[in-house]
């Protein structure tokens, strides 16, 4: 199916259906209309570290992922992908910009020691996914992550230390480890579910 087709009623009646190949077509169908979706939420200095496919490509995998549990009854699949969108934008925003503002010096630290150490990685990890009133807990939060990662596949370990820790795009990381780059991003979106859920407990509020 190409870019900008109109999904037709019978393929979003299959993804309602939760459908995972149908979901595949609808995303390929409506690709163009979502990078579009996406470009608007970025600003210019988000755009100047993030490529609008790799956002796309996760919010492909994220929708895939979270199909069996998709809240299609009360929205509308494109509805549904443009929320993803939006979450994955803001994570994105945090990870890139929000961590290093509240706290430079040691985020420099953070990413001088994610070469050399599982603790960097670490490190790297809790600050992809503190909210930024987080910082009182960040001690409480590493020593979780530590754990936490210790229960992760040795795959999943490597496939967080390449993307996060060594900054590897998806495609060179599915080279290295024999995958292909949609299963890599499936196994990483599961990965980064699986920890966040793991720190569930210890995460601070928002406000």
Known sequence: MEDDSDPSDALIERVRQRDPAA?????????????????????DRLLSVVELDDLY???????????????LDEYAPIDWLQQIARRRVIDAHRF?????????????????????SVGGME?????????????FSRDVRMDRMQQAMGELTEE?????????????????IAE????????????????????????????????
Request: proline share 3%; aromatic share 4%.
């Open 57 to 71: 490509q996760e919010v492909s995998a994220t929708a895939l992922t979270g199909l069996a549990t998709a809240p």
């Open 23 to 43: 979901l595949a077509d609808y995303l390929d169908a409506v690709r163009r209309r979502m990078i579009g979706f996406i470009k608007s939420l970025c600003s």
């Open 123 to 135: 490190a790297l990890l809790v600050a992809s996914i503190t909210s930024p009133s987080a910082a």
């Open 176 to 207: 290295r480890l024999g995958k292909t780059d949609v299963a890599v991003r499936v196994l990483l979106s599961r990965s980064m579910r699986q920890l966040e859920k793991q720190l569930e407990d210890v995460r601070p509020s928002e406000r």
């Open 96 to 116: 890139h910009f929000e961590a290093q503002r509240r706290d430079a010096g040691r985020q420099q630290s953070m990413h001088a020691q994610a070469d050399s």
């Open 156 to 172: 999943q370990q490597t496939a967080i230390r390449l993307r996060y820790a060594e900054g590897l795009p998806t495609k060179e």
